[in-house]
């Protein structure tokens, strides 16, 4: 049945609750389909008919059916409403991007104004700096020059003058080489004097060293043999043919620092008794002249018993 189907005028239906009720279902069924995009194939009246309920009078369907077109028709406006709105959204974003969009192109473009403009500021900077840093050479170089020249010719004056200078020192180094020469030849004269009177000197004082010597050693030779022979064991085989010669390091008082056997006399116990002979004869008797010490610190001495 449709919206335009007609009626007798002279009778009125009242809707029944079963009759609202069916209508209020298949409105909440048909909405539901809206809202989950079935497919546009699926008629209103197919989902009524799907539900298989039957309406208890013809009139109150109708009056079902009017009602559920204009709410329909009510939601179909309140959703066109909100498509409209919707698209009003999109459309103001795509605008405030766009705007976005542009304001950002003028950013750039102002970014890169400002860069070119750096660029030609920083270019004409370094072009002013390559011309002072020119300028400033080509002062340095002129002042190098006019230093250098005047180094030169301070050096080429220098030259002159140490070249006079020099030729002075040389003459006065070889009158002072000359002059020291005279005065070292003069005290290798007086040196080889003096050495000559010292060596003889010496010579004398050797000779009457000696001689004193001489004769302190016949004057004490028998005497440290008597000393030691009288602190001397007789080897096994008795004195006979004991006699050694013995190195005797004395001190300055007699002494005996070391006896050792220089000469030996064959016999080992004999040479042996002998040393220790020395060694128990300590102090021996020398002179006490420090002079003639020299001459008894170290004694070859020959035992003869």
Sequence with gaps: ??????????????????????????????????????????????????????????????EATAVDNQFLEQKKEEKLAIEREKQRKIEAEKQRIAKQEQKKKEEAKRKKEEEIKKAKAEEQRKKAAAKKKADAKKKADAEKKKAEEKKKADAEKKKAEAKKKAAAEKKRKEAERKQKLAEEKKRKAEAERKRKEGEMRKQMEAKARAARASQAMSKYVPRIQQKVESNWAYPPRGPEGCNPTVRVNLAPDGKVISANIVKSSGDPYCDNSVEKAFLKASPIPIPLDPDLYSEFKTIDFPFRP
């Design 1 to 62: 049945m449709t919206r335009g189907s007609t009626r007798p005028r002279n009778r009125r239906y009242p809707l029944s609750p079963v009759a609202v009720g069916l209508a209020l279902l298949m409105h909440a069924f048909l909405f539901g389909i809206m809202f989950i995009k079935v497919d546009s194939h699926v008629k209103p009246v197919a989902a009524v008919k799907s539900l298989e309920i039957k309406p208890e009078k013809p009139v109150d369907i109708i």
